[in-house]
Every structure is written in structure tokens, then in C-alpha cells.
């Protein structure tokens, strides 16, 4: 696809989001009801497609989960689906009224954003959690994905189109409301440019794509994905409930992007870390610790998987069953590592204390802030969204999971009876 065929494409994408606020409700729940039943039926296609992107990765390579499939993936796709079908619409809803002195009657009006873009990397169930959310509010996506997952995207697409054809009748426009880039680094960066016709992208991976992204489009970003994500175990933690947390902000899926990339220790509690990190030490998590943890779980932790830490080793997103260890002698220090470190992604505190617990909550800077939970938690689905588009990090217009109110604006909508301004 060249320049021009490009914008010819999206040229279609964006008049038909123009029609796409006028179709009824039923219409939009039919579509993603046929989607959920098309993923059901077609397990067997979707795993025989994403089977050929596996053959071409290493099972040691962090991306390699990401791209995995399996039937209890797809079934929660298909969950996800339905789900979101059962939604009240985000479009349409009054936020606020007013009638000025002179009687004109405003009205704020939440409204979709009409043309979505989203690039993304390894996971194959983007394909289908970007269209969702578009779909049920209102707004139509063009989609570029990775490489690593080309085959499993394709088929994930062609079940989309099947649904939208099955149930589009006489509206010929809905075809048009959802695009899947090829992968084409040409046309990805042409894509960028085009903000005539895209009115937000949103990256969804590593770093180093959302650097790209934020640096090379003329588009509108939101910023998400990159999660550096520390959990601090204060002086005041409880030693059984803290160590189920770290374990499970670690292991429960190490490549997604909040997952425990550092754990952050109170000095005064280093006589626990061992506790702390040895059910870790089964699952093969390699552990880099700085000077005073090191001199703890030397010995006590086995020696191929402990390493002494370096300045790179904070900071860092591992996405791989990969951790850091942080000593800090102070509740302060602990928040001065954060704000340096983190990426504003997900951060957590374990303690006892309900006045420290409080003042983390107040001054740690994230999108996501816990106390005595597991960092696991950020994800659309667990918060009840259904899905996500990504996770924000950024403060303008949406933070944190993104479900189908964030894919909304507002107009205001005045109504008037000749009024003229003086």
C-alpha cells in the first residue's frame, strides 16, 4: 500500500466513523455478540494460525508469552466480548447543563473520538480488545501490530470483518470502520502522518515503541504500555500477606507490563528477605540485588539466579522473570527511588501502617497506586472495563486502564431562540 492508497483507505475509515454515530445500539451488540460466537468456533483456525508465529519465535524469548495463545485465551477473549456488548453506551451522555442569563441552553456531550489508531507489538488479543472498545464507542480503529504475531492478527481480523458482514445488512459503511495495517515500517511511518484523517494513536508495547511513536507522529498521542513497577516493603508490612503480593506481582505473568520489576526493601527488614524471595527461587527468578540485599541472600539463594546490581538494573522494565532489589534506610528514600525510577505506571506499598499507607497513596505520582495488593491488578478487565486500550501513564485526557468511556470527548451542544452576542 503506497501514500496514496493509504489515505484513499483511511479516507473510507473516517467517513464511515462519521455514519457510525447514527447506527442503532442493537445493530453495534449484534456485531460484537456474532464476534464472541465467531471466536468460539474457530478456536481450532486461530490456534493453527498463531502456531506459525510460535514456530518462528525461541520459547526463551520474554515475547514469546505474549504472543502465546492457547483455548482458555481465546474463550476470555471471547468473554471480554460480550462484556463489553453489555455496556450502557459512553456516547451521548449528558455531563453538564446550564442555561446562561440570556437563555441559551448548553449542554455537555460526551462523543466519540471518531478515527482511533493503535500500534502495537507481541499480543495477538489487542486485535481483538482495540476493536471492541472502538466498536461499542462509537469510534472507528485502524490497527498495526507486530510482526511476531502477523498470522494470529490476520485471523483475528478476518473474524471482525465476518461479524461486521453478517449483521451490517443493508449498511454498507460498517466494513469500512476497521483497518489492519500491514506490517510495513514505510507505511507505518506515512500512517504517523496522517492526521487529517486520525484523530488519536495510541502505542501499546515497550519503551522504545512509544518513543517512536510520541517522536515520529503528527497524530495526537496517549501514552501507554512502558511499566516500571516497584513494590516497597515498609518497615511496618506484614511479613505473610507482603511476601504473597511481591510473589505474585512477579511470577503470576512476568512478560506484562505490571508485573514487579523492583522490590523495594526497608533496611530494618532485611532479616526477612529471604522469606520474602524464596518461593521465587523455584520459579527461577534471577534476582539483582544491591550491596546490603546481596549480602543477606548470598548463600541463602541460588547462586546462578542471584547477581549483584548495577545502576541499569533500576529503572529497567524486565517483562521476564527477571527482579531487582532495592535497600532503603527510610519511608522517604523509598518514594525518592520511585519518583526517580518509575515510570508512573503501577506502584505499591506493603505495611501496617495507616498513616504512611496514606501518604504513599497522596505522593507517589502513577496512574495506579496500591496498598497491600499486588501490582497485578492494572488491567482493564480486573478493573471492570471489560478490556483496555492500554494503560495511560500520561495525565492528559485519560491515566490508567483505558476502557470505552476514555475513547470518548465532548462537544458542547447550544440551543438558542436568536439570541446575538453584544
Avoid at 248 to 261: E, G, Q, T
Wanted: charged share 30%; proline share 2%; with cysteine.
Amino acid at each position: 500500500m503506497n501514500k496514496m492508497n493509504l489515505q484513499q483507505a483511511l479516507a473510507k475509515v473516517q467517513a464511515a466513523s462519521r455514519k457510525f454515530v447514527m447506527l442503532e445500539e442493537s445493530v453495534v451488540n449484534d456485531v460484537m455478540m456474532k464476534l464472541a460466537e465467531l471466536l468460539k468456533k474457530n478456536v481450532e483456525k486461530i490456534l493453527d494460525a498463531n502456531a506459525k508465529d510460535l514456530a518462528k519465535m525461541d520459547k526463551n524469548d520474554s515475547m514469546y508469552d505474549r504472543v502465546l495463545l492457547n483455548e482458555k485465551r481465546i474463550q476470555s477473549m471471547a468473554s471480554s466480548v460480550m462484556e463489553i456488548a453489555g455496556y450502557n453506551s459512553p456516547v451521548g451522555i449528558e455531563l453538564e447543563h446550564r442555561v446562561l442569563d440570556n437563555d441559551l441552553d448548553l449542554r455537555k456531550i460526551s462523543v466519540p473520538f471518531g478515527v482511533v489508531g493503535c500500534i502495537f507489538e507481541a499480543r495477538p488479543n489487542v486485535v481483538i480488545d482495540i476493536f471492541s472498545l472502538c466498536f461499542k464507542s462509537r469510534n472507528a480503529c485502524v490497527m498495526k501490530g507486530g510482526s511476531q504475531s502477523e498470522n494470529s492478527n490476520g485471523i483475528l481480523y478476518e473474524l471482525i470483518l465476518k461479524a461486521i458482514e453478517e449483521c451490517r445488512g443493508e449498511k454498507h459503511f460498517m466494513i469500512d470502520l476497521v483497518l489492519l495495517l500491514k506490517n510495513d515500517r514505510e507505511l507505518l511511518a506515512e500512517f504517523m502522518k496522517q492526521d487529517k484523517y486520525v484523530d488519536v494513536v495510541v502505542p501499546r508495547g515497550g519503551q522504545g515503541l512509544i518513543n517512536f511513536v510520541r517522536e515520529n507522529s503528527m497524530i495526537p498521542v496517549i501514552e501507554t504500555g512502558a511499566g516500571v513497577v516497584h513494590v516497597y516493603f515498609d518497615e511496618f508490612g506484614d511479613l505473610d500477606k507482603g511476601r504473597e503480593i511481591v510473589f505474585n506481582a512477579k511470577i503470576s505473568r512476568p512478560s506484562v507490563c505490571n508485573a514487579l520489576d523492583t522490590l523495594i526493601i526497608h533496611e530494618s527488614r532485611l532479616r526477612d528477605l529471604q522469606r520474602i524471595v524464596r518461593p521465587m527461587e523455584e520459579k527461577k527468578v534471577e534476582i539483582y540485588a544491591d550491596e546490603k540485599a546481596y549480602k543477606i541472600l548470598d548463600g541463602d539463594y541460588s547462586k546462578d539466579l542471584l547477581h549483584k546490581a548495577g545502576e541499569k538494573n533500576f529503572g529497567m522494565e524486565y517483562l521476564a522473570l527477571k527482579m531487582a532489589v532495592k535497600t532503603v534506610v527510610s519511608f522517604e528514600e523509598a518514594l525518592e527511588h520511585i519518583a526517580n525510577f518509575g515510570s508512573k505506571h503501577s506502584e505499591s506499598i506493603i505495611t501496617e501502617n495507616r498513616e504512611r499507607a496514606d501518604i504513599f497513596l497522596k505522593a507517589v505520582d502513577a496512574a495506579c497506586v496500591y496498598v497491600n495488593a499486588s501490582t497485578r491488578f492494572t488491567d482493564g478487565g480486573e478493573f471492570g472495563l471489560g478490556a483496555e486500550v492500554g494503560i495511560s501513564t500520561q495525565k492528559l485526557h485519560a491515566r490508567g486502564p483505558m476502557g470505552i468511556k476514555e475513547l470518548t470527548s465532548y462537544k458542547w451542544i447550544i440551543r438558542g431562540d436568536g439570541q446575538v452576542r453584544n
